[in-house]
């Protein structure tokens, strides 16, 4: 546990140095696609001032200044499966966005969406030591809450206060200032599997960039494509990857929780190229030119060729009705949509006061998917795209690079996590000086 | 595990830049070592080859020897050559003094001539005030020269001389008949204190016919002498202040009382409240016969003052 909040702490200052530097990759490194967008902040002077949030979350404080994007290779599920492959296509997308750009970049922040994300609600309650709550009663109470047991091999991801209670009023989003005698707080503990992460960090690495942030690509994508009142008033984000499904739900502009189904885009592809026997790539095409998941009568009509190298002309002249296709898709799409739902059944979603639920994500670009989503999860469903931010190319403003974008928006404003703030002294260990110092500054 | 050899195999077509073409571009987009690549390097080259070449003394020999070459073929041009010196505003003496002492043989190349060390040249000459040089179109090297004008003769101890009314030489002089027109001066230091002379000789208007000269004594004051054909030379000694005004004084005396008309051998002016008589002997015992029909009695002695 202390080493997390040391590496993390460790990524925090690295993502403050690329920030005063001004130029920052973000690599969002997913199934299908590789994308690597580089931004620029203009500096500490050209963001506005004053606290908390900036208008418009933040994102007028970078432009986007390159953008590559390249077919990803060697990941499953969202996880690294050929580090050397995955290394070369990172490395694609870093010279495609920097030879757009212009400018070498030294800095990435990085999310993905795999290595089984699970989510817990933690509770912790201390005195506040003056009357008045500082950061050191904020830094005690999330000290206070107690770990589960989240198993060997887990790391915490994102660990960020949702709720302060202050004695008996609760949802305080800043409690400091504030008078009273107990305080308490809820924090959204988010934990991954190590080795796909050590894995991601170790591909990035041997790219020549340091990391500088990490996040969950459901979080990002929540970030980047539900509205300021959906995450307000509570809604839940699907981002349809290629390997995996990330779910978040997001309340209070916060995210409450977060899940992976491991289903996705790809799985289609497969779906097609074994129910059709064509290769993987043609598949991919038809998926992409002809797919939908709603069949009307004159997909009966509409032939498509499948196509092929073979030599066999009987094979290679062969065409399936859309019907046949779309009769392939929908299962696959109704059994992701079926698994989301029930991952937010058992999150308790139905207990949640706004039912909102945004698609995005590559995936979620099929046609007729508007019409399947109400069905299988509610009426309350929309498509949505990533927020717009300065400088992104078109082609690269649709709904699969919500977790990109979102992942920019953390970049220039990200969400307070238990590591922002000190480690109170008990629990430094014993017998430390700098605990020893500690105490000494907090009790002169 | 898939064999490695597709790695290989499938390199052409693989869009993803090696890991030292990936390096290059990094390395390639840092500002400083761009920077050291596009300008650093190749003025390192630069230098290095032109510093290897000139590390030979040959080299350098050869490249001196090609630039000298040049440079004759260029100032060997007609365009170039300067082929008279016109000299305005010197006389024919003069004239002929500047062309011989000008450091120049004609015809030369104008890049040739150092035109400053024929300005100075021609400065040293006394009878050259003021000159100025230059090569005008048409290859000719043109002097202009203001002469000094002699305003006094001195006859000093090197000689007579020609002075101009500052007191600079002009030139010498083989007589003082040469020149009868110009005041004469006299004596060690005199030529320091011409623009005085030329002042008391203005104010010796009236006697003008008899100056013969001024003479300076102890390098302090004047002395002007006046020819007297009959008697010999009468002297008006001056003070050292004011030797003008004490002049008027004595000119104004003559004019009341014909004063060089009387047997004097000077006229002492130095205390000018109290100008002294000398006498010639003749005068003095003329005066002492004189004096002795008006009083009776003869006058000790035999001064008179």
Redesign the interface.
Known sequence: MKDLYQSQRAMRAMRRAALTRGVVAVLDVGTSKIACLILRFDGPDALRDGDGVGALAGQTAFRVIGVAT?RSRGVRFGEIDAM?ETE??I??A??GA??MA???VDHAIACFSGAHPRSYGLAGEVEVHDRAVTETDIARALAACDLPDFGQGREVLHAQPVNFALDHRTGLGDPRGQVGNRLACDMHLLTVDNAPVQHLLDAIHR??LELAGLASSAYAAGVAALVEDEQELGAACIDMGGGSTGLSVFMRKHMIYADAVRLGGEHVTQDIAKGLQVPRDVAERIKTLHGGVHATGVDDRERIALGGESGDWEKDRQTVSRSELIGIIRPRVEEILEEVRIRLDAAGWDSLPSQQIVLTGGASQIPGLDVLAPKILGQRVRLGRPMRVQGLPQAASSAAFSAAVGLSLFAANPQDEWWDFEIPAERYPARSLRRAMRWLKENW | MRPLRHLWRGRAGDPAPSRMAYRMQRFWLTPVYRAAVRVGLPVFAVVLGVGLWFHDADNRQRLADLAAHLRDEVAGRPEFAVRLMAIDGASPVVAEAIREVAPVRLPASSFEIDLDAVRAAVAELDAVAAVDVRIRAGGILQVDVAERVPAVVWRGPGGIDLLDNGGRRVAALATRAARPDLPLIAGEGADAAVPEALALVAAAGPVADRLRGLVRVGERRWDVVLADAARGDQTILLPERGAVTALELVLALDAAQDLFARDLVSIDVRNIHRPTLRLRGQAVEELARIRSLEWGTPLPGGVGQ
């Open positions: 390249t050397p070369r296509a490395r694609t870093v010279r920097q030879q212009g400018v070498r790219c020549d």
